[in-house]
C-alpha cells in the first residue's frame, strides 16, 4: 500500500502542499512577531525586587523589569564561573533591565533563575522616564523645595505629580521658545548674513544698504537677548524640586524633576490605568522627537520626514510616469524599438536600489546640486546649499526609481480599456488629445492611482539609497515649518526605515532600543501593508468594471 | 462631460457665425497638436532619463582606464650662477611653481619651474677648509637633504615653502632651514670624509650611515630627548660600525622607520641590515638581485619604503619586498618588474602618494608606473639621456634634468593609476603581504598606504549571498507556486496569493533588523534545532501525509482536496516547535553544551553570529515571494486543455504536472528564478545588518561576507569626490546595473517567448 502510495505521488503533493504552509507560517509569524514585540513595549512592566547571590557569592538587592527569559545548558554557566546546586542539565536565566544608568553603568543585566532567594513587588516601587540615563527605579523618599523638605512618606507620591506637571508646563513654555521663537530668529539672522554676502558678492554693499542690514539685525539681537533672559527665568523656575529617593542598595540619590519626563508606579497600577499610561506611551511615540540618541521617546521627525519625501516623491513621479506610459501606449508606433523600451523599463524595477543612490548622489547632488549652489547661492559657499545630500534629491532618486511602477501600472490600466470607447469618441468627431484626457485617462485613473500606491509604498520602505542622498540619523529641523519659504527642500531628514537601521545598529545601547525599534518596524509594515493592500483592492475593483464594459 | 456642457456646445453651435467655429476648431487642432508633442517629449524624456543612469555611471567610471599624459611645459639650460657645479637633487614643490636644485658645491637654488628664473642663490653654511664629499636625500615628505663632509660630519637641511596671500594672490616663498642647527652634525668620530651617505630622520631621532674611509660603514644614531623643564632639545649620540670591509657601495638605502638597511654592490648584490637596535646592526641576508650580465644603475624606494626599485642596464626595473618565509625569516622577493626599453636606467623617482613610480634611461625615454596595478602608463621622451627626474608632490609635474644640461618642465595627468584590470580583479601581491591574494581595504589613516581595490572577494560575497538566499528560496517558492497553481482550492488561493505577494513589499530594513538582532542570535542559540528542524521537517511532513491517507474515508473528506496546505499549518508549526525545543538537549547531548565551541574546536570551523546561514534565511524570505508570484503566473496560465488531455489519458495529477505542466511552465519557472537572482544580488539592507561585513572569501555557511552592494552604502558616503575609490565604487555600481539587468532581461524575453507559445496553444 505504501508503494502504491508513493507511486501515486501523493508524498509529493503533500510536500509542495507543505511549502506553502511554511510560507505563510513564514509571513504570518513574522507580522505577528513584530507586532507582539512592537506592541508590548509601551505596556507597563512590573517592578520586582530580588534578593539575589552574586556570582562572587556575595548577596545583593536588585530592583528591575524582567526582560526575557531563556534556558542555558548548566555547562556555561558552571564555564561562566557559577557555582550551581543541583545538577540539572539546564537552568533560566533572566534580562533583566535594572536602570540606573548612571550609578550602575549599564542598565541590563543577566541573573540566573536558581541563584534568586527571595523576589518581591513593592507597591511603593517607582519608575522614572528621564530625559538623560535612562529610567530610575527605586524608592521614593521625599521632595525637596530649594533645599528644603516639603513632604516625606506616603504623601510624596500625590506631590510628585502635582509639582511634576507644573514643571513639564514650564517644560512646554522652554520648548516653545527654544524651538519656535528662538529658532526663527536664528534663521532670520542666517538669512541676513547671507543676504550681505550676496550683496558683497555683487557689489551693491553700499552704506545704507549694509546700515539696514545693520539694523535688522540689532532688532533680532534685542528680541535674541529678552527672549535669553526670559529662558534663564525659566530654567530656573525648574530647577526648583528636587526627589530624594532611594536605589536597591539602599544608597541615596536626588533627582531634580527637571530631569523627569514622566514618574508611574507600576505595581500600583489598576487595568485601566495601565491602559491609560499604554495609550499615553504609543501617543508619545508618534507625537514626539527622538530623546537620548534615539533609543527613548518618540519617532514624529521620522515619520513626517518619510510623509514629506513620499509626497514631494509622489508629485513628481506621477505626470511623468502617466505620460511616458501615455506616449508609450497611445502615442508612440508599435514596433520592435517600443518593446525594447518596455523590456527596459521593466527591468528597471529589478535594478538594485542602492544603484539608484549611487547615480543620486553622483548626478543630482554632486553634478546638479554642486552647480545650482555655484549659481544660484555663491553667498552660502563654501557651506553646500543644494551641493549636499537633501530631502529634494532623495525624493528625485525615489522618483526615478519609482517611475518604472507607474508606468508599468499604468500602461496594463490603457490596455484594459477596450478600443471601441477611443474609436466612439475619434467617431464623434472629438481629437486625439480630447479623447485621451475625457475619456481614456479617466478610466484609466484607478490604474494610475494603483500605480502610485504601490510607489508610494515601494519608496516608503526603501532605504538604502536614502543612506546616499540625505536620511540622517537627527534633524535639527524639519523641512516644513513657520519660516519663510516654509518649504525647505535642501534639508535633510529622518526616515522611519532608516531610523530602524540606525537605532538598531549604530546605537550605543541596543538592548535598551531595541523594543523602540520593534515598533518603529511596526508602523512601518502597517503603513505599507495597508498602502498594498489598497492598491490590490484597486486592482480587483478595477478589473470587475471593466470586465462589465467588455460585455 | 456632462449632459449640460455638451447641449451648451450645441448651443454655441448654432448661434456663432462661420468664422468663429473654424477658429474653434483651429484651437482645437492646435490643442492637439501641443498634446501630441508634448506628450511626446515628456514620454521621451522620462525614458531618456532612465538612459541617463547608465551613462552617468559609465561617465563616472570611464577616467579610471585613461592613460596618463603628458605635456611638455618648457625646457631651459640648468639655472645657475656658476654652471659649473652638478646637480645633486631636484625638488618641486606642492604648486608646481618652484623648483629647487642643490648643488656639489653646497648651494641650493630656487627658480621659477616654468621659466627657469633663478629666485634665490643661498649658499650653504660649510665649515671652513671643508668640502662636500657624498649627499643624500631623505624621504619625500620632509623635504630634507644632507651633505657629507670631508672631515667626517655631515649637514642637514631642508627646503621650505611658506604660503601667504597678500592682495588676494598666493604667493611661495621659499627659504632653507636647518633642523638639526646650523653645524654640521659629527657623523665619523674619526673625522674621515664621508664617501657614501644614507639618512632618515622623525620625531624621535636622526639615523645616518655613512660609508667612511672607502670600506667602513659606520652607523650614528641621534636619539632626541626632550627635557620637560626646557624647551631645548639635546641629542644622544650612538656610533656602531656596521660592516668594515665593504668592497663597493653602489646605492645606499636607509627606511624611514629607521630599522632597515640596503646596500646595493657592484656584484649586483643587496645586502639587508636590521639597523632597529642602533648598538648591534645584523646582517640579515645578501643576495642577487640581477644576472650577472647586467648592471644595477638605479635603485630608490617606493613610497611607504617598503619596496625598493631596483633599475638595471638593460632598462627593467623591478620592485622587490620583504617577506617572511614559513620560518618567519625575512627574505627579499623580487615581486613584478616592468620594461622601459633596452637602455640603462639612469633615474627613478617615486611618486610621494601613491604607488607609482617614473623611470628614465640613457635614451631620454621616461615612463609612469604604478606597482600594484601593474600599469605602464606612459611612454615619452625628453630626446637626450636623462640625469635627475623630480617628481612634484602630488605627482602632476615633473622637472627633468638631462645629462647634457638642459632642464625639462612637464605637465602630467595621471589621475588613476592604481586601477587596472588585474588590479580590480586578479590576485595582487601587496606589500607585506606573503602571498598575492583578492583583498578589498580601500582607506586607511596614512599617507603610504597602499588602496586594495579587488573587486573580486565582493563579488565572492555577492554571489554567496545570493547562493544561500536562493538555496533557501528556490524551493520552498517554487513548490509552493506549483501547489498553488496547480493544486489549490480556488478559493483558498484568492487568499494565499496577495498574502504572499504583501511579503513582497515588506521594506528589507526590517527583514534586515530581524535577521540582525533577532534571528542571528537565536541561531547562535539553537543551532542544532535548525538543523534537526531542515531534517525533520520533511519526514515529518511525510509520516503525517501517510498518517491522513490511513485515516478512514469519512473523516478525510471532511476537508477538501486543495486545503492540505491549511491543515499542515498547525503540524508544521508542532514540528518546528518540535525540533527547536530539542535543541538544547541535542546540543547537550552531541556537541558538548556548546555548538559552536565544539564547532571550533572539534571541527576548525570558526563561527561568526551574523554568518551566510542568517543572510541565506532572511534574504531568502525576501526573494520568495518574487520567485512565488512569477512561477505561479507562468504555471496557472498553462493552458487547461493540456492538462485535462493528460489526465483524460489516465495519468495522475502528479504525472500531468510534472510531465505536462512543468514542461511547458519551465521557461517561466525559470525567468522567476532570474529575477530572484537579480533582487538578492542587488539586496543592501539585509546583507548589511545581517553580516559582518567582513570581506573574506570563505564560502563557509557559518561566515559572513562583504556584498557589492552593502560595500556601496557604506563606503561611498566617505569617498571623495572623483578620487579613484569613488570612481571603484561607482564601477562596483555599474557592474550590479549590468549583471541584474542582464538577468532580468534575459528573464523578460524568456517571459514573453512563454506568454507568445501559450496564447498560440
Not at chain 1, 216 to 233: C, F, G, I, S
Not at chain 1, 277 to 294: L, Q
Not at chain 2, 202 to 214: I, R
Not at chain 2, 339 to 348: K, N, P
Request: aromatic fraction near 10%; charge should be neutral.
Amino acid at each position: 500500500m505504501m508503494r502504491d502510495w508513493f507511486k501515486s505521488g501523493q508524498p509529493w503533493i503533500w510536500m509542495t502542499a507543505s511549502t506553502v504552509s511554511v510560507s505563510l507560517i513564514l509571513v504570518f509569524g513574522l507580522i505577528l512577531l513584530i507586532a507582539v514585540r512592537g506592541m508590548s513595549h509601551f505596556w507597563p512592566k512590573e517592578l520586582v525586587e530580588f534578593s539575589y547571590t552574586e556570582r562572587s557569592g556575595q548577596a545583593s538587592t536588585l530592583v528591575a523589569e524582567v526582560h526575557d527569559t531563556e534556558s542555558v545548558a548548566a555547562e556555561r554557566l558552571r564555564d561562566a564561573g557559577f557555582k550551581l546546586t543541583g545538577d540539572q542539565a539546564f537552568y533560566t536565566r533572566m534580562l533583566l533591565k535594572t536602570g540606573n544608568r548612571d550609578i550602575g553603568g549599564q542598565d541590563f543585566r543577566w541573573i540566573v533563575d536558581q541563584r534568586v532567594l527571595q523576589r518581591s513587588r513593592p507597591e511603593n516601587l517607582v519608575a522614572i522616564e528621564r530625559r538623560e540615563w535612562g529610567n530610575f527605579y527605586g524608592y521614593p523618599q521625599s521632595i525637596k523645595e530649594k533645599g528644603q523638605v516639603i513632604v516625606d512618606g506616603e504623601a510624596v507620591a500625590l506631590e510628585l505629580a502635582k509639582r511634576l506637571s507644573r514643571v513639564l508646563d514650564i517644560y512646554k513654555q522652554i520648548h516653545k521658545v527654544e524651538k519656535g521663537t528662538i529658532g526663527a530668529i536664528n534663521y532670520g539672522m542666517e538669512r541676513l548674513r547671507l543676504k550681505q554676502r550676496r550683496l558683497e558678492l555683487d557689489g551693491d554693499d553700499t552704506a545704507a544698504n549694509l546700515q539696514m542690514i545693520e539694523q535688522q539685525r540689532a532688532h533680532y539681537q534685542r528680541e535674541y537677548n529678552a527672549l535669553q533672559t526670559k529662558l534663564t527665568a525659566l530654567y530656573d523656575d525648574t530647577n526648583r524640586d528636587v526627589l530624594i529617593a532611594t536605589i536597591a542598595n539602599g544608597q541615596v540619590v536626588e533627582i531634580p524633576l527637571a530631569k523627569m519626563v514622566r514618574v508611574y508606579y507600576p505595581n500600583r497600577m489598576s487595568l485601566s490605568e495601565k491602559t491609560g499610561f499604554y495609550i499615553a506611551k504609543v501617543w508619545e511615540f508618534v507625537s514626539d522627537g527622538p530623546r537620548e540618541a534615539n533609543t527613548e521617546g518618540g519617532v514624529f521627525p521620522a515619520i513626517f520626514g518619510t510623509v514629506m519625501m513620499v509626497l514631494i516623491m509622489s508629485v513628481m513621479v506621477t505626470p511623468f510616469g502617466v505620460v511616458a506610459a501615455v506616449y508609450l501606449r497611445e502615442y508612440a508606433k508599435q514596433g520592435v524599438l517600443t518593446r525594447i523600451i518596455r523590456i527596459a523599463v521593466n527591468n528597471l524595477a529589478g535594478v538594485p536600489s542602492i544603484v539608484y543612490g549611487v547615480f543620486g548622489l553622483g548626478f543630482f547632488v554632486y553634478f546638479l546640486g554642486g552647480n545650482i549652489d555655484a549659481l544660484f547661492y555663491a553667498e552660502a559657499a563654501p557651506a553646500p546649499t543644494f551641493g549636499t545630500p537633501g530631502i529634494l534629491w532623495s525624493s528625485l532618486t525615489l522618483a526615478i526609481l519609482t517611475v518604472p511602477v507607474v508606468i508599468v501600472a499604468t500602461e496594463e490600466g490603457l490596455s484594459r480599456i477596450p478600443k471601441s470607447i477611443r474609436e466612439g469618441s475619434l467617431a464623434l468627431g472629438a481629437t486625439k488629445a480630447e479623447t485621451l484626457w475625457r475619456t481614456v485617462l479617466p478610466m484609466a485613473s484607478p490604474a494610475i492611482m494603483t500605480g502610485l500606491i504601490l510607489a508610494i509604498a515601494r519608496a516608503a520602505g526603501e532605504v538604502a539609497p536614502l543612506m546616499l542622498v540625505g536620511v540622517v540619523k537627527l534633524a535639527p529641523s524639519l523641512p516644513l515649518d513657520t519660516n519663510m519659504p516654509y518649504l525647505h527642500l535642501d534639508r535633510k531628514f529622518m526616515h522611519l526605515g532608516f531610523h530602524i537601521y540606525d537605532v538598531g545598529f549604530q546605537s550605543p545601547n541596543v538592548e535598551a532600543a531595541r523594543p523602540l525599534v520593534y515598533a518603529t518596524a511596526l508602523l512601518l509594515v502597517a503603513v505599507i501593508v495597508v498602502l498594498n493592500l489598497s492598491a490590490i483592492a484597486i486592482r480587483n475593483h478595477l478589473r470587475e468594471k471593466y470586465r462589465a464594459l467588455e460585455q | 462631460m456632462s449632459d449640460s456642457q455638451l447641449s451648451n456646445n450645441n448651443a454655441s453651435l448654432f448661434e456663432t457665425l462661420g468664422p468663429e467655429l473654424a477658429r474653434r476648431r483651429r484651437w482645437r487642432v492646435v490643442k492637439d497638436y501641443i498634446a501630441k508633442y508634448s506628450v511626446g517629449i515628456g514620454g521621451v524624456s522620462v525614458i531618456l532619463t532612465i538612459v541617463l543612469i547608465f551613462f552617468y555611471l559609465l561617465y563616472v567610471v570611464l577616467p579610471l582606464f585613461y592613460s596618463a599624459s603628458t605635456e611638455s611645459v618648457a625646457d631651459y639650460p640648468v639655472p645657475a650662477n656658476d654652471p659649473g657645479a652638478n646637480t645633486r637633487l631636484l625638488a618641486l614643490e606642492e604648486q608646481n611653481e618652484i623648483a629647487v636644485r642643490f648643488t656639489a658645491d653646497a648651494r641650493g637654488v630656487f627658480f621659477q619651474a616654468t621659466s627657469g628664473e633663478i629666485i634665490n642663490d643661498i649658499a650653504l653654511p660649510l665649515p671652513k677648509g671643508v668640502s662636500v664629499t657624498s649627499f643624500a636625500r631623505g624621504n619625500g615628505p620632509t623635504d630634507l637633504v644632507a651633505y657629507g663632509l670631508s672631515d667626517g660630519r655631515a649637514l642637514l637641511v631642508k627646503h621650505k615653502y611658506t604660503l601667504s596671500y597678500p592682495n588676494d594672490q598666493r604667493l611661495i616663498t621659499p627659504s632653507i632651514v636647518y633642523p638639526l642647527g646650523k653645524d654640521a652634525i659629527e657623523v665619523d668620530d674619526y673625522g674621515r670624509p664621508i664617501t657614501q651617505l644614507a639618512f632618515r630622520d622623525d620625531e624621535e631621532g636622526t639615523s645616518l650611515v655613512a660609508l667612511v674611509g672607502g670600506n667602513e660603514l659606520i652607523l650614528t644614531h641621534l636619539a632626541k630627548e626632550e627635557s620637560l623643564l626646557e624647551d631645548e632639545i639635546s641629542f644622544e649620540r650612538t656610533v656602531t660600525t656596521i660592516a668594515d670591509n665593504l668592497k663597493s657601495v653602489k646605492f645606499m638605502l636607509l627606511d624611514k622607520e629607521q630599522r632597515n638597511l640596503y646596500l646595493a654592490d657592484a656584484e649586483n648584490n643587496v645586502s639587508h641590515y636590521d639597523i632597529s637596535d642602533k648598538q648591534a646592526v645584523e646582517l640579515l641576508y645578501r643576495i642577487p638581485v640581477a644576472k650577472s650580465n647586467v648592471r644595477i644603475t638605479a635603485m630608490t624606494f617606493l613610497s611607504g619604503e617598503l619596496s625598493l626599485l631596483i633599475g638595471t642596464s638593460v632598462g627593467q626595473i623591478s620592485q622587490w619586498f620583504v617577506v617572511k618565509d614559513h620560518f618567519n625569516k625575512q627574505k627579499l622577493y623580487q615581486v613584478r618588474s616592468f620594461e622601459l626599453g633596452d637602455s640603462a636606467i639612469t633615474a627613478i623617482a617615486q611618486e610621494q602618494r601613491r604607488k607609482g613610480f617614473v623611470a628614465a634611461d640613457e635614451r631620454g625615454d621616461f615612463g609612469f608606473f604604478h606597482t600594484t596595478a601593474e600599469r605602464k602608463l606612459l611612454i615619452a621622451s625628453v630626446g637626450k639621456a636623462v640625469a635627475d627626474i623630480a617628481l612634484s608632490p602630488r605627482g602632476n609635474a615633473m622637472l627633468i634634468q638631462d645629462q647634457s644640461g638642459n632642464l625639462h618642465f612637464w605637465k602630467i595627468h595621471n589621475e588613476h593609476p592604481e586601477v587596472s584590470w588585474s588590479s580590480l580583479w586578479s590576485k595582487v601581491w601587496y606589500e607585506s603581504y606573503e602571498e598575492p591574494q583578492y583583498v578589498w581595504q580601500s582607506s586607511s589613516a596614512s599617507n603610504d598606504f597602499e588602496p586594495k581595490l579587488s573587486l573580486t572577494p565582493l563579488v565572492f560575497g555577492t554571489l554567496k549571498g545570493a547562493f544561500y538566499a536562493m538555496l533557501f528560496a528556490v524551493p520552498l517558492a517554487i513548490l509552493g507556486a506549483i501547489y498553488t497553481a496547480y493544486f489549490m482550492a480556488p478559493k483558498m488561493r484568492r487568499m494565499v496569493k496577495p498574502s504572499i505577494e504583501t511579503m513582497e513589499a515588506l521594506p528589507t530594513v526590517i527583514l534586515g533588523f530581524l535577521a540582525g538582532l533577532w534571528f542571528a542570535p537565536y541561531v547562535e542559540d539553537n543551532l542544532p534545532g535548525i538543523f534537526s528542524l531542515l531534517l525533520i521537517m520533511p519526514i515529518g511532513v511525510l509520516l503525517f501525509a501517510y498518517g491522513w491517507q490511513c485515516l478512514p474515508r469519512r473523516i478525510r473528506q471532511l476537508v477538501p482536496d486543495g486545503w492540505f496546505a491549511a491543515i499542515l499549518v498547525p503540524v508544521i508549526i508542532l514540528i518546528a516547535w518540535f525540533s527547536l525545543s530539542m535543541s538544547h538537549p541535542l546540543e547537550l547531548w552531541l556537541f558538548d553544551g556548546d555548538t559552536r565551541r565544539w564547532l571550533s574546536v572539534s571541527m576548525g570551523i570558526d563561527f561568526d553570529q551574523r554568518n551566510a546561514l542568517v543572510v541565506g534565511f532572511a534574504m531568502g524570505f525576501a526573494v520568495i515571494p518574487t520567485i512565488f508570484s512569477i512561477a505561479e503566473d507562468a504555471i496557472f496560465s498553462v493552458p487547461k486543455h493540456l492538462s485535462f488531455g493528460s489526465l483524460a489519458l489516465g495519468a495522475t495529477p502528479w504525472q500531468t504536472l510534472v510531465h505536462v505542466v512543468l514542461l511547458t511552465a519551465s521557461p517561466g519557472i525559470f525567468s522567476a528564478v532570474m529575477i530572484g537572482l537579480g533582487r538578492a544580488v542587488g539586496e543592501t539592507m539585509i546583507v548589511l545588518m545581517a553580516t559582518g561585513n567582513t570581506p573574506v572569501m570563505d564560502f563557509s555557511v557559518f561566515q559572513g561576507m562583504r556584498t557589492l552592494a552593502a560595500n556601496i552604502a557604506v563606503e561611498v558616503p566617505e569617498s571623495e569626490v572623483d578620487s579613484t575609490h569613488y570612481r571603484v565604487l561607482f564601477l562596483a555600481a555599474l557592474v550590479l546595473f549590468l549583471f541584474t539587468f542582464l538577468f532580468n532581461t534575459l528573464a523578460e524575453i524568456v517571459r514573453q517567448r512563454l506568454r507568445e507559445k501559450y496564447s498560440s496553444l
